[in-house]
């Protein structure tokens, strides 16, 4: 896998970062196993964007090659030391931002991005790049929480200046189910779940259209 340099600008959130582990653990044990099951079967090169502290890493099959992006330098940090701990020497973790990924056009099998969506500035400019590093036959595997339908999405709506503020630019009424078929993607699989009752995901692999 070759790779040029790219360096995002982003100061990052600090403070999220360094909350991140300890908020998300009461939902991680569940979380976790989805992640697994997500990452079950990959082989060959994969790319994964906005990988936060690494909560992937463990989850990864042996013998993957994985080029792990994440533009906030906080969280780079976390997921470098995460990175150490494991002790995996398949995994690597680089400064990126997903709209602008320092990589080969049709590079690598997969593509991962677990609730990074959300908060990307650019979806659609985020799945152009996607599209634009998988080889032809590859994957973009999924876990992203989406706007909910009716009451539930105009609620969504109604928090989400504040949700943004608190969650570091997360945005918790994406309708990114929408955004990947406008962006020229199949979705081969896909489950619905929720993240909390008030918070329904989507887990699943896309490929591009053919
Ligand atoms: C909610 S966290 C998810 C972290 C990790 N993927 C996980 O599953 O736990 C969202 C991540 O997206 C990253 N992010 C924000 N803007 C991004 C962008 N433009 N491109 C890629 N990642 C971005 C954030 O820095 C953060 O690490």
Same mark, same amino acid.
């Given at each position: 896998?070759?790779?040029?340099?790219?360096?995002?600008?982003?100061?990052?959130?600090?403070w999220f970062a360094a909350t991140y582990d300890l908020m998300t653990k009461p939902g991680e044990?569940?979380?976790?196993?989805?992640?697994?099951?997500?990452?079950?079967?990959?082989?060959?090169?994969?790319?994964?964007?906005?990988?936060?502290t690494?909560a992937?890493?463990?989850?990864?099959?042996?013998?993957?090659?994985?080029?792990?992006?994440?533009?906030?330098?906080?969280?780079?940090?976390r997921?470098?030391?995460?990175?150490? /701990?494991? #002790?995996?020497?398949?995994?690597?973790?680089?400064?990126? &931002?997903?709209?602008?990924?320092? @990589? *080969?056009? $049709?590079?690598?099998?997969?593509?991962?991005?677990?609730?990074?969506?959300?908060?990307?500035?650019?979806?659609?400019?985020?799945?152009?790049?996607?599209?634009?590093?998988?080889?032809?036959?590859?994957?973009?595997?999924?876990?992203?929480?989406?706007?909910?339908?009716?009451?539930?999405?105009?609620?969504?709506?109604?928090?989400?200046?504040?949700?943004?503020?608190? /969650?570091? #630019?997360?945005?918790?009424?994406?309708?990114?189910?929408? &955004?990947?078929?406008?962006?020229? @993607? *199949?979705? $081969?699989?896909?489950?619905?779940?929720?993240?909390?009752?008030?918070?329904?995901?989507?887990?699943?692999?896309?490929?591009?259209?053919?």
């Open positions: 896998m070759s790779m040029s340099t790219n360096m995002p600008t982003e100061r990052g959130h600090r044990k569940k979380l976790g196993r989805l992640r697994k099951r997500l990452l079950a079967g990959l082989q060959g090169d994969v790319v994964e964007i906005g990988a936060g690494g992937n890493f463990e989850h990864y099959p042996s013998g993957v090659r994985v080029v792990a992006f994440e533009p906030d330098p906080h969280m780079l940090k997921a470098q030391a995460r990175l150490a /701990a494991l #002790g995996r020497t398949d995994i690597d973790v680089r400064l990126a &931002a997903a709209e602008s990924l320092p @990589f *080969d056009d $049709a590079s690598c099998d997969a593509v991962v991005s677990t609730l990074v969506l959300c908060t990307v500035h650019d979806v659609a400019q985020t799945l152009v790049e996607i599209r634009r590093v998988l080889r032809r036959g590859g994957e973009l595997r999924f876990i992203e929480h989406v706007r909910g339908e009716g009451a539930l999405g105009r609620g969504q709506d109604l928090v989400q200046p504040v949700w943004g503020w608190c /969650a570091a #630019g997360c945005h918790m009424n994406r309708r990114t189910e929408d &955004a990947l078929r406008e962006a020229g @993607f *199949d979705i $081969a699989e896909l489950e619905h779940k929720k993240m909390a009752p008030w918070m329904p995901a989507i887990v699943g692999t896309a490929r591009e259209r053919a």
